[in-house]
């Protein structure tokens, strides 16, 4: 007899499920969490993110890449650590999207311009996040609720482990360059900025451009 412990459970309540499933299991536990509270984890970070997702926890559907919808993200800062702009990349396709924060970078403008931001994806396109301990996703619990998206944290200064989001950072330095007071940028020149990396051919992709990527699996709602 096959039995299936608790672990598989949870992820199959938390992770799978979508829409007002996951909202409604969130009005029925006494704790009104959205995802599990992992036991004996206590990160660098102290108490900020001992109930979140672990990148352990990730589904192995998102490491082989096949479905698109899930995004690694991090942010790109300024001199002195004074400004930011918020990275964000689809693992399938690499396609990237900006986030304009052009005040402080603290967790509640992170938060309310991701959700603006990803908040326009359809659906299909917002599976899961992956993002580093900082403090700015203080309030991803926000996040998660508002776009219905899980949001999975890597393990403590592993940035590795977010590649794609790493290796696209690197390209942004050419507009986004080092030393720079990057709240100069509106919202308008991040999305300018955005279009042409997305138009820019990529190996990985047999020389497409992610925004021909993103568009064909758009295109095929059996793939998305």
Same mark, same amino acid.
């Given at each position: 007899?096959?039995?299936?412990?608790?672990?598989?459970?949870?992820?199959?309540?938390? $992770?799978? =499920? /979508? *829409?007002? %499933?996951? !909202? #409604?299991?969130?009005?029925?536990?006494?704790?009104?969490? &959205?995802?599990?509270?992992?036991?004996?984890? $206590?990160? =660098? /970070? *102290?108490? %900020?993110? !001992? #109930?979140?997702?672990?990148?352990?926890?990730?589904?192995? &559907?998102?490491?082989?890449?096949?479905?698109?919808?899930?995004?690694? *993200?991090? %942010?790109?800062?300024?001199?002195?650590?004074?400004?930011?702009?918020?990275?964000?990349?689809?693992?399938?396709?690499?396609?990237?999207?900006?986030?304009?924060?052009?005040?402080?970078?603290?967790?509640?403008s992170v938060a309310e311009a991701m959700i603006k931001q990803m908040g326009k994806?359809?659906?299909?396109?917002?599976?899961?996040?992956?993002?580093?301990?900082?403090?700015?996703?203080?309030?991803?619990?926000?996040?998660?609720?508002?776009?219905?998206?899980?949001?999975?944290?890597?393990?403590?200064?592993?940035?590795w482990q977010r590649g794609s989001n790493e290796n696209t950072n690197r390209l942004?330095?050419?507009?986004?360059?080092?030393?720079?007071?990057?709240?100069?940028?509106?919202?308008?020149?991040?999305?300018?900025?955005?279009?042409?990396?997305?138009?820019?051919?990529?190996?990985?992709?047999?020389?497409?451009?992610?925004?021909?990527?993103?568009?064909?699996?758009?295109?095929?709602?059996?793939?998305?």
């Amino acid at each position: 007899m096959e039995r299936v412990c608790h672990k598989t459970i949870y992820q199959a309540l938390y $992770v799978q =499920g /979508r *829409g007002g %499933l996951r !909202r #409604e299991l969130a009005k029925q536990l006494s704790t009104g969490r &959205i995802q599990r509270k992992p036991r004996g984890t $206590v990160d =660098g /970070r *102290g108490k %900020l993110y !001992r #109930e979140a997702f672990t990148i352990a926890e990730r589904p192995a &559907i998102v490491e082989d890449r096949a479905v698109p919808g899930h995004w690694e *993200g991090d %942010l790109v800062v300024g001199t002195a650590n004074g400004s930011a702009v918020g990275t964000l990349v689809e693992r399938t396709t690499r396609f990237v999207m900006l986030l304009h924060i052009p005040g402080r970078h603290d967790a509640d403008s992170v938060a309310e311009a991701m959700i603006k931001q990803m908040g326009k994806l359809p659906e299909q396109l917002r599976q899961s996040l992956t993002w580093d301990r900082g403090v700015e996703m203080a309030r991803y619990r926000d996040i998660t609720l508002k776009l219905d998206m899980p949001i999975y944290f890597c393990d403590p200064h592993s940035p590795w482990q977010r590649g794609s989001n790493e290796n696209t950072n690197r390209l942004l330095r050419h507009w986004l360059t080092k030393g720079t007071d990057l709240s100069r940028f509106t919202a308008k020149d991040l999305d300018t900025i955005a279009a042409k990396l997305n138009a820019r051919p990529r190996p990985t992709l047999d020389l497409k451009t992610p925004a021909q990527a993103l568009a064909e699996q758009l295109a095929n709602p059996a793939a998305a």
